[in-house]
T-cell receptor, first 113, second 114 residues
Framework: GNSVTQMEGPVTLSEEAFLTINCTYTATGYPSLFWYVQYPGEGLQLLLKATKADDKGSNKGFEATYRKETTSFHLEKGSVQVSDSAVYFCALSATSGTYKYIFGTGTRLKVLA | DSGVTQTPKHLITATGQRVTLRCSPRSGDLSVYWYQQSLDQGLQFLIQYYNGEERAKGNILERFSAQQFPDLHSELNLSSLELGDSALYFC?????????????FGSGTRLTVV
């Protein structure tokens, strides 16, 4: 079945450090891939998405590239800020038959000033 | 404000009781999804409705049920509550029936069963 595996957190970085959060997936067909962010006390917000192989999603300085050959969708940011501290979820949606997301377990990021 | 409204924000109830969680989707969105977020299980998909009809079902217990009304708001009913049902319950909406468009999440209802 479809699944998403994220690196375990927490990830603690200093401000302006480079961020990578790994995400790999297992799916039949050609799923769409997403990163969501959850700030404390809030719901999840769509951060970026990619719907086909080699697509790059980007938003607010975050990027992720849909790599079908490695079944990966790693999240990167060149210079993190304290305000980026949150939980990040990788997710996929199947292309047919089902309409729900499969979420990873989430990775908590803490950025220190 | 994401446009998805969930009420109540917090709910404390006793074991064995029944509660109803409410969700109003973003204006124009036809699909509503319910998710349960707990510390040990992460985000679990419960159920999806599209324009009033059940579209997909996930790990939803038989004690739980949901419906979507003609005005597109949805309710999640949880009955015979157990301590393990304590969690954050999120509602999300999307424009089409397919999740590839991306969801808009509400801020959730925190349920505490004591």
């Amino acid at each position: 079945g479809n699944s998403v595996t994220q690196m375990e957190g927490p990830v603690t970085l200093s401000e302006e450090a480079f961020l990578t959060i790994n995400c790999t997936y297992t799916a039949t067909g050609y799923p769409s891939l997403f990163w969501y962010v959850q700030y404390p006390g809030e719901g999840l917000q769509l951060l970026l998405k990619a719907t086909k192989a080699d697509d790059k999603g980007s938003n607010k300085g975050f990027e992720a590239t849909y790599r079908k050959e490695t079944t990966s969708f790693h999240l990167e940011k060149g210079s993190v800020q304290v305000s980026d501290s949150a939980v990040y979820f990788c997710a996929l949606s199947a292309t047919s038959g089902t309409y729900k997301y499969i979420f990873g377990t989430g990775t908590r990021l803490k950025v220190l000033a | 404000d994401s446009g998805v409204t969930q009420t109540p924000k917090h709910l404390i109830t006793a074991t064995g009781q029944r509660v109803t969680l409410r969700c109003s989707p973003r204006s124009g969105d036809l699909s509503v999804y319910w998710y349960q977020q707990s510390l040990d299980q992460g985000l679990q998909f419960l159920i999806q409705y599209y324009n009033g009809e059940e579209r997909a079902k996930g790990n939803i217990l038989e004690r739980f049920s949901a419906q979507q009304f003609p005005d597109l708001h949805s309710e999640l009913n949880l009955s015979s509550l157990e301590l393990g049902d304590s969690a954050l319950y999120f509602c999300a909406s999307s424009g089409g029936g397919q999740a590839s468009y991306g969801y808009t999440f509400g801020s959730g209802t925190r349920l505490t069963v004591v």
